[in-house]
């Protein structure tokens, strides 16, 4: 019975996971100009350059975000929102401001980004991450690259 239970639940996700697809195909393309703060940090445009979310502090003080295209090209991705999960599960925040490495020098967030739930699920976070350290020179390749590579199992990171 539970063997039953089982695959049922499995078939759910296969069918949730598709459903999810769809609906993020059948939007329409993403362009990064017409996404708000809450959903820019992290996308991908229809064709596969990086969001960047920017502010501007006008002349009374008032701060107004706006959402641009980069030209940081993303590998094998495009038309692409990252989910509220992948957010959590990587230590990020929606409201990051630009693309920056230098959350690769933290270690609490290096943990975060090598745990089972980002590196696992979330390859978009992990191709941003992996493609600035590689621009950074080889120093950050090889930390980030071993950190990836020299640990079994579950726990990617010390």
């Not at 362009?31 to 009374?60: H, I, M, P, W, Y």
Request: proline residues 1%; aromatic residues 8%; hydrophobic residues 35%.
């Amino acid at each position: 019975m539970a063997m039953a239970s089982d695959s049922g639940l499995k078939i759910f996700a296969v069918v949730a996971l598709a459903i999810a697809f769809c609906v993020q195909a059948t939007l329409g393309e993403v362009t990064c100009e017409s996404l708000d703060q809450n959903a820019c940090a992290f996308a991908v445009s229809a064709s596969g350059k990086r969001c960047v979310l920017e502010k501007q502090v006008k002349r009374s003080g008032q701060e107004t975000y706006t959402c641009k295209t980069s030209e940081i090209e993303a590998e094998k991705l495009n038309n692409w929102i990252e989910t509220d999960q992948c957010i959590k599960s990587c230590g990020l925040d929606r409201k990051s401001l630009g693309i920056s490495s230098d959350s690769l020098l933290e270690s609490g967030f290096t943990q975060k980004l090598c745990s089972s739930p980002c590196y696992g699920s979330c390859p978009n976070i992990v191709d941003l991450y992996f493609n600035l350290a590689a621009g950074e020179g080889t120093n950050n390749v090889h930390f980030f690259k071993h950190h990836f590579t020299s640990h079994v199992g579950a726990e990617l990171c010390n």
